[in-house]
């Protein structure tokens, strides 16, 4: 239990979960993290149930103080972490003391860092999620992006903090984050509303990350796609990661705060286990789509699991394997004193 | 409606069954059927669906069903859809004060269709609107079925500020706006009700394939249930089954 203080918010600091599930036919997004892997691993590095919320910091960190000792874990892309100004490594846990300061020196790659606390960060669930929905004034905290001087209350860490330090993301998981990306996309589900030269121009062509992009959506410049007819359909669902193309013939690719329905063409959808790339890039970065089918897209889910699995025994490994209890006498003063021994 | 209803793939994590392409209320009856019936089946894996005008787009976890194993269920339990029993839709009321400072178009409405203000009052509380879908912001619903003699364009400027709880008119259709937004829909009146609370047990009203109706409300009548709804002691009106007026 203790408390984090934002000295300095950054560019956009979020209190983000896995997101608001249940709610989009009422309208509600589904907000969320970006980067589902990153948030995953950061939890799973601080012993937190790997859905809890952590916050989302966007190109720019924040500076933020720590009330007591407690273990955190920064992952995503690399803003260059430091803590009381000595550079800390990510992907692993790490111990901060009372007083201690974390900030950031620069982004060096990707998009989006994360940031788990052990025992995971105390805001009130909105529609059973923590997620903040910003357009919607909703979740985190006070449903908004974090400024300075806001206090974070930090729950209780599952296991004590200093149990978790050197937890590590072996390397091979650790993403690494090009600006010249491929997304693997299905087709669908209005692929048959583009002419096929529209289609191949979709597949072949080079888009690049426009200063358009949020946690709505990135819309993307390059070559025109041309529709048979117009952009437009009668208004259906938006999956995460559809890439929606309207009449004026650029993609857009919808992502975490989507609003639930559209009524533009959606040519394709980035699959699942590509959304942490898109979730990563920043603007000038190039992109290139390649088509998989559905049952692929879905042996890639598998695989991505597989992942999580490795990350998750990588770190259970550091369990106890044995435990005892020792008294100890010191100035006439009884002590009692646990020694754990570790794998 | 098509004769078969087309099954596509959005994505790795969710598919649309599409009934037709065009706005009907048959079209309504069957995603909503299809909705309920897959509520009850219980599939495993299944974790949201959403309706909208002509699909319904079910989410669903492909770590504990796949694409063609999902496909399958679906399409068995679409060939069972005329044996279920359907429970009626529901009918929310809407109390409206209409006109005045709260209905500032009021009279470009009436204008624009030769009719008194009365009458366009009379016209918009004679029916009740199926909502097709929500979306746009949380709880906006697409009503259907509003009559044409008081159809009016949208504004040629759209307000910045839209409060929450407006009812307005654009081209032939009619709506509430649930939360305080921009819009160039011409307003002619506001409800007290909240149509999106989220801090309320159920933070929205309303639900697809239901319908509502407006009732016409004087300023004292507005102010009372304004109260009650702050407080949370107002007794929302709900009927079952449509009503009449159609």
Known sequence: MGSVKIINPGLLTLVEDSGRHGYQQYGVPVSGVMDTFSHRVSNILVGNN?????????????????????????????????VNGTAVPMWESLLVNKGDRLSFQGLKSGCRSYIAFSGGIKVPGVMGSKSTYTRGKIGGFKGRALKAGDMLEIGPSSEGPARLGGRKTPPEYIPGFPTTLELRVTLGPQEDYFTAEGMQTFLSGLYEVSNECDRMGYRLNGEKIRHIKSGDIISDGIAMGAVQVP???????????????????????????????????????????????????????????????????????????????LRLNIDGKSYEVKVEEMK | MYKRTKYLAAGDRALVMEF?????????????????????????????????????????????????????????????????????????????????????????????????????????????YLIYMLGFTPGFPY??????RIATPRLETPRT?????????????????????????????RTPLKLYDPYRENPILLKAGNYIRFTRINREEYDRIRQQVEKGTYEYIIHTGKGGGQ
């Open chain 1, 50 to 82: 790997e859905l809890e919320a952590v916050l989302e910091v966007t190109m720019i960190g924040p500076q933020i103080e720590f009330s007591d000792q407690t273990a955190i874990a920064i992952t995503g892309g690399d803003l260059s972490p430091a």
């Open chain 1, 247 to 325: 009449g004026h013939g650029q993609p857009i690719i919808m992502l975490a705060d989507r609003q639930t329905t559209g009524g533009y063409t959606k040519i394709a959808n980035v699959i699942w286990a590509d959304l942490p790339k898109i979730a990563q890039a920043k603007p000038g970065d190039k992109i290139r789509f390649a088509k998989v089918t559905v049952l692929e897209a879905q042996r890639l889910i598998h695989e991505m699991e597989d992942k999580i699995s490795a990350v998750k025994k990588a770190c259970a490994s550091r369990e106890a394997v044995s435990t005892k209890l």
């Open chain 2, 20 to 128: 037709g392409n065009s706005i009907s209320e048959e079209i309504n009856k069957r995603i909503r059927s299809m909705g309920i019936a897959i509520e009850r089946s219980e599939i495993e894996g299944i974790t949201e669906t959403v309706p909208t005008y002509r699909s319904l787009m079910i989410h669903y976890d492909p770590m504990t069903i796949g694409y063609d194993a999902l496909l399958k269920r679906l399409m068995s339990l679409e060939e069972q859809l005329e044996n279920i029993d359907l429970p009626s839709p529901s009918t929310y009321e809407i109390p409206t004060l209409y006109g005045g400072e709260f209905g500032p178009d009021m009279e470009n409405v009436a204008k624009h269709n030769g009719l008194t203000e009365e009458e366009v009052i009379e016209i918009h509380t004679s029916r009740d």
């Open chain 2, 143 to 148: 009503l259907g079925g509003m009559d044409e």
């Open chain 2, 161 to 189: 500020k839209i409060d929450a709880g407006s009812v307005g008119i654009a081209s032939a259709q009619t709506g509430v706006y649930p939360i305080e937004s921009p819009g160039g829909w011409q307003l002619i009146g």
